[in-house]
């Protein structure tokens, strides 16, 4: 069983930071890429940012030059900082990974239950 665990999420006014963190636990042999998707009231659920397991970033166009990602892969972490907040950030955002469970499995997707993310005006 795997399980991402997600924390950080709650309220902040406009301009503020969060930071929110994914916890992978479980039969985990490798994390490939893993990211950070949200779905704002009413929309699709879309990406934000995703890392690669050599560390390489990739953003969303509306988050990048305030939002970083990153990883520390010997804790299966994988942290989002959320800085300069505005209220079209306000979503549920969700943990993402690839995880391959032993060295004879494949790849398979797993997503966290998510977190809630209000940014008041």
């Known amino acids: 069983q795997v399980q991402l665990v997600e924390s950080g999420g709650g309220l902040v006014q406009t301009g503020g930071s969060l930071r929110l963190s994914c916890a992978a636990s479980?039969?985990?042999?490798?994390?490939?890429?893993a990211g950070w998707y949200r779905q704002p009231p009413g929309k699709q659920r879309e990406l934000v940012a995703r890392?690669?397991?050599?560390?390489?970033?990739n953003y969303a166009d509306s988050v990048k030059g305030r939002f970083t990602i990153s990883r520390d892969n010997a804790k299966n972490t994988i942290d989002l900082q959320m800085n300069s907040l505005k209220p079209e950030d306000t979503a549920v955002y969700y943990c993402?990974?690839?995880?391959?469970?032993?060295?004879?499995?494949?790849?398979?997707?797993?997503w966290g239950q998510g977190t809630q993310v209000t940014v008041s005006s």
């Open positions: 993402h990974a690839i995880i391959q469970r032993s060295i004879l499995s494949t790849y398979n997707n797993y």
């Open positions: 890392i690669t397991s050599g560390g390489d970033p």
């Open positions: 479980g039969s985990i042999f490798s994390i490939g890429t």
